[in-house]
C-alpha cells in the first residue's frame, strides 16, 4: 500500500532539492527561479530500516526487499494561489491526493538564492502557505455545499451528514484555523477524509538550514519547532543541501561525512522515521529464504487486515498467523529455534499486529 506526503513551500526554499536527495534522483529541477518544477514529481524512497537486513540474514533471503514511501514534490505556491496565481490550483489539487503535507520552511540566509518576499522568514512563510490551502479548502467547501444543502432539503441522510462535516470545517476556516483543528466525531473520521481537505492532513514541518546548522540547528529553526509545538505537528531540521551531497556518497564516505559533520544520521532518515510516525503506521515483516520483506501497515491493525497488503485473497481467506516478535526471531536464530523455544505463536482474527512482527499467514481462497 502506498502512503503520499506532498512537499509544500514557496518558491526556493530547497523544496526540490529535498526531494532529489530523498529519491536520490535528479527527477525534480532544481533551480534558482519560481516555478521550476512544473510537473509534480512522485518519487517512492525505501523507508530505512536495519531490523529487515538482520531478517534477511538469519533466514539466508536472496532478496531483501524494504518498505516504501511515497513523496509528492509540488511547484512553489504564492500569495494568491488559492485564486490561481503562479501556477495556483492545478498544484493545490495535487496536494489533495497526499496523506500528509510537509511544509518546507526556508531556515537559511543566502545572497544567491532570491526570496519571493525578499527576506528570510519561515514563520511567515509557513503562515503564507498555509492562508492559501485554508482558502481554497473554503473554496471548495463553500461551493459543494451549495449542492449538499439541496440534496439534504430533500430528506437526504448521506447529503444531511455530509452537511453537518462541511459546517464543522467550514466553522474552523472562517475563523482563521486549519481544518484539522476540527474536533471531529470518532465514528465520522471516513466521511471526514472524504471530503479531501487541504488543512485537514497532518503536517510536518521541515526547517531546511544552512550546512553550518545541520547539527545544531539557527534561530530561525528554532522558531519553526516552537510554532510546531504550538500546531502539534511534528519537526525536523535538515539541511537539504547536504542531504543532496550524501545522497552521491558511497555508504563508507557518507558515514564518514556525517560523523565530521557531528551528525548521527542523515536528515532524511529521520525525515521518513518521523512521516511514519505522523501518519501512525508501523512495520511487519516476512522472511524467508526467497525474501525477506517489510510491510506497511496502520499501527492497531489486526491479522487479517495486515495479510490484506499482501494479497487480498490472503484476507478473505485468512485462517490464523504464525507470529514470532522480533526479538525472539533473532534471540533464537531464526524461524526453527522460535518454534522449538515456544516463541511461535499462533494467531487469530482478532489479533492485534504489532510493529517488528515476524508474520507467515495461513489462508484457504
Same mark, same amino acid.
Given at each position: 500500500?502506498?502512503f ?18 530523498? *529519491?536520490? *534522483?535528479?527527477?525534480? %529541477?532544481?533551480?534558482?527561479?519560481? &516555478?521550476?518544477?512544473?510537473e509534480?514529481n ?25 518498505a ?39 531556515? &537559511?540566509?543566502?545572497?544567491?538564492? @532570491? ?15 498555509e ?11 463553500? $461551493?459543494?455545499?451549495? *449542492? ?5 432539503? !430533500? ?32 465514528? %465520522? @473520521? ?10 485537514? $492532513? ?13 547539527? !545544531? ?5 528554532? %522558531? ?30 557518507? @558515514?564518514?561525512?556525517?560523523?565530521? =559533520? ?15 510516525? =505522523? ?16 510491510? @506497511? ?20 481467506? &485468512? ?18 529455534g522460535?518454534?522449538?523455544a515456544?516463541?511461535l505463536?499462533?494467531?487469530? $482474527? ?16
Amino acid at each position: 500500500m502506498g502512503f503520499k506526503c506532498g512537499i509544500v513551500g514557496l518558491p526556493n526554499v530547497g523544496k526540490s532539492t529535498l526531494f532529489n536527495a530523498l *529519491t536520490q *534522483t535528479a527527477a525534480a %529541477q532544481a533551480a534558482n527561479y519560481p &516555478f521550476c518544477t512544473i510537473e509534480p514529481n512522485v518519487g517512492e524512497v525505501a523507508v530505512p530500516e536495519p531490523r529487515l537486513s538482520k531478517l534477511a540474514e538469519i533466514a539466508k533471503s536472496a532478496n531483501v526487499i524494504p518498505a516504501r514511501m511515497n513523496f509528492v514534490d509540488i511547484a512553489g505556491l504564492v500569495k494568491g494561489a488559492s485564486q490561481g496565481e503562479g501556477l495556483g490550483n492545478q498544484f493545490l489539487a495535487n496536494i489533495r491526493e497526499t496523506d500528509a503535507v510537509i511544509y518546507v520552511l526556508r531556515c &537559511f540566509e543566502d545572497g544567491d538564492v @532570491t526570496h519571493v518576499a525578499g527576506k528570510v522568514d519561515p514563520l511567515a512563510d509557513y503562515e503564507t502557505v498555509e492562508t492559501e490551502l485554508m482558502l481554497a479548502d473554503m473554496d471548495s467547501l463553500e $461551493k459543494r455545499r451549495v *449542492t449538499m444543502e439541496k440534496k439534504a432539503k !430533500t430528506g437526504d441522510k448521506d447529503a444531511k451528514a455530509q452537511l453537518v462535516l462541511v459546517d464543522l470545517a467550514l466553522a474552523e476556516l472562517r475563523e482563521g484555523r486549519p481544518a484539522r483543528k476540527a474536533d471531529v466525531p470518532a465514528d %465520522q @473520521t471516513r466521511e471526514w477524509k472524504m471530503l479531501q481537505l487541504l488543512t485537514s $492532513k497532518p503536517v510536518l514541518f521541515v526547517a531546511n538550514v544552512d550546512e553550518d546548522s545541520a547539527a !545544531t540547528g539557527n534561530d530561525y529553526s528554532r %522558531q519553526v519547532e516552537a510554532r510546531a509545538a504550538e500546531e502539534g505537528a511534528a519537526c525536523v531540521v535538515i539541511s537539504a543541501k547536504i542531504e543532496a551531497e550524501l545522497a552521491l556518497l558511497e555508504p563508507e564516505e557518507r @558515514t564518514e561525512y556525517l560523523a565530521e =559533520l557531528g551528525l548521527e544520521e542523515p536528515g532524511l532518515n529521520r525525515l521518513i522515521h518521523t512521516g511514519y510516525a =505522523l501518519l501512525d503506521l508501523q512495520t511487519y515483516f516476512t522472511a524467508g529464504p526467497k525474501e525477506a520483506r517489510a510491510w @506497511t501497515i496502520r499501527k492497531g491493525w489486526t491479522a487479517p487486515k495486515a495479510a490484506g497488503v499482501i494479497h487480498g485473497d490472503f484476507e478473505r481467506g &485468512f485462517i490464523r498467523a504464525e507470529t514470532i516478535a522480533y526479538d525472539d526471531y533473532v534471540a533464537a536464530g531464526g524461524e526453527s529455534g522460535a518454534r522449538d523455544a515456544g516463541k511461535l505463536r499462533q494467531e487469530g $482474527k482478532e489479533y492485534v499486529v504489532q510493529d517488528g512482527d515476524v508474520m507467515l499467514f495461513k489462508f484457504n481462497v
